[in-house]
Nanobody
Framework: VQLQASGGGLVQAGGSLRLSCAAS????????MGWFRQAPGKEREFVAA????????YYAESVKGRFAISRDNAKNTMYLQMNSLKPEDTAVYYC????????????????????WGQGTQVTVSS
């Protein structure tokens, strides 16, 4: 599985961005997918995740109500809609996938994910 994240950029506080993660392979719809982020000098942290069927989603408290994860299995693409952005959202955002088909439970730890995209920079100015 190869993942390609895109959509980052520079935005003012209160603005919006939509990140995309394009995946290769034929089993995209079976895998748990997630978004993580890493700010300078900090550890990579969980942002959001969604099961393969799309029926189960989970968000970090810091983004709940502002971010929305979604996926289009027909296009092998996952999205992260980010609204009401804050300067503290500034980070490199990574998409990730596990390799367990049909997992129904959300995972939030980096080591639960097997495949990672290259990251896309999101910068929110105050």
């Amino acid at each position: 599985v190869q993942l390609q994240a895109s959509g980052g950029g520079l935005v003012q506080a209160g603005g919006s961005l939509r990140l995309s993660c394009a995946a290769s392979g034929s089993s995209f719809s079976l895998f748990l997918m997630g978004w993580f982020r890493q700010a300078p000098g900090k550890e990579r942290e969980f942002v959001a995740a969604q099961t393969g069927s799309g029926g189960n989603v989970y968000y970090a408290e810091s983004v709940k109500g502002r971010f929305a994860i979604s996926r289009d299995n027909a296009k092998n693409t996952m999205y992260l809609q980010m609204n009401s952005l804050k300067p503290e959202d500034t980070a490199v955002y990574y998409c990730a996938s596990d390799n367990v088909k049909g997992r129904r439970a959300i995972r939030t730890r980096t080591w639960d994910y097997n495949y990672w995209g290259q990251g896309t920079q999101v910068t929110v100015s105050s």
